[in-house]
T-cell receptor, first 114, second 112 residues
Framework: AQSVTQLGSHVSVSEGALVLLRCNYS??????LFWYVQYPNQGLQLLLK??????LVKGINGFEAEFKKSETSFHLTKPSAHMSDAAEYFC????????????FGTGTKLQVIP | DAMVIQNPRYQVTQFGKPVTLSCSQT?????MYWYQQKSSQAPKLLFH???????NEADTPDNFQSRRPNTSFCFLDIRSPGLGDAAMYLC???????????FGPGTRLTVL
C-alpha cells in the first residue's frame, strides 16, 4: 500500500526565512507526488505536482519541491517565508498505471512569525 | 472561472436528522470525489464517481450515500448523522482518475 509521511505536524519559521516541509513516501512503482495547501475553513489548493520528467518542480506562490528517488523524498521549499504562507500543507501520492487513489499525509501546519 | 462549488459552506444538523451536501463543477470533469476531513487530520476518501460509475471505499460507513444526477452535480447524503460525523466535507473533481484533483472550498458540518 502506498503511504506518505510528513515529518513535523507543526513548523514555525520567521518571516523571510527558508521554509522546508518534509515529505517521504513509500513506493514500489514510480509515484505521482503532490503538495496541496489548505487555508482555514477552505478546500485544498494544488501548489505543485510531479509526474515524470524534471525532478525539480516549481509551483505557485514561490514554492518548489524536488523529487529524490534515492531518498524517497519530495520536500517542499520556499526561499523566503511570507506571512500569507501560514496554512496547512499536505503532501500526497498516487501512482501511474491503473487506478490508485490519492493518499494524503497527515499535514504540516506552518506558522510564520513576524 | 471554471471551478468546484460546494453548498452550503456551513451546515448544522441534529443528531439523526438526514442531511444533504451539494457539489457542482464547471470544469466538465469526469470524476467527482467526496472526502471527509476531521480536525487536524488528512482528508479521507469516502467514494468517487467516474462518470456514472460509483466507487465506494471499503471502509466508508453505510450511513454515507452519494448521487450524481448529471456531470455537473454530485450530492453527499448522510442518512443519520452522528456526533462523530462532524467534519469538513470536501468535494473534488478530476478529468480522469490519474489526473490532478481540484477541490471545492468544503462544507463544515456540525451535528448537535
Amino acid at each position: 500500500a502506498q503511504s506518505v509521511t510528513q515529518l513535523g505536524s507543526h513548523v514555525s519559521v520567521s518571516e523571510g526565512a527558508l521554509v522546508l516541509l518534509r515529505c517521504n513516501y513509500s513506493s514500489s512503482v514510480p509515484p505521482y507526488l503532490f503538495w496541496y495547501v489548505q487555508y482555514p475553513n477552505q478546500g485544498l489548493q494544488l501548489l505543485l505536482k510531479y509526474t515524470t520528467g524534471a525532478t525539480l518542480v516549481k509551483g505557485i506562490n514561490g514554492f518548489e519541491a524536488e523529487f529524490k528517488k534515492s531518498e524517497t523524498s519530495f520536500h517542499l521549499t520556499k526561499p523566503s517565508a511570507h506571512m500569507s504562507d501560514a496554512a496547512e500543507y499536505f503532501c500526497a501520492v498516487s501512482y501511474s498505471g491503473g487506478y490508485q487513489k490519492v493518499t494524503f499525509g497527515t499535514g504540516t501546519k506552518l506558522q510564520v512569525i513576524p | 472561472d471554471a471551478m468546484v462549488i460546494q453548498n452550503p459552506r456551513y451546515q448544522v444538523t441534529q443528531f439523526g436528522k438526514p442531511v444533504t451536501l451539494s457539489c457542482s463543477q464547471t470544469l466538465n470533469h469526469n470524476v467527482m470525489y467526496w472526502y471527509q476531513q476531521k480536525s487536524s487530520q488528512a482528508p479521507k476518501l469516502l467514494f468517487h464517481y467516474y462518470d456514472k460509475d460509483f466507487n465506494n471505499e471499503a471502509d466508508t460507513p453505510d450511513n454515507f450515500q452519494s448521487r450524481r444526477p448529471n456531470t455537473s452535480f454530485c450530492f453527499l447524503d448522510i442518512r443519520s448523522p452522528g456526533l462523530g460525523d462532524a467534519a469538513m466535507y470536501l468535494c473534488a473533481t478530476s478529468r480522469g482518475r490519474l489526473d490532478t484533483q481540484y477541490f471545492g472550498p468544503g462544507t463544515r458540518l456540525t451535528v448537535l
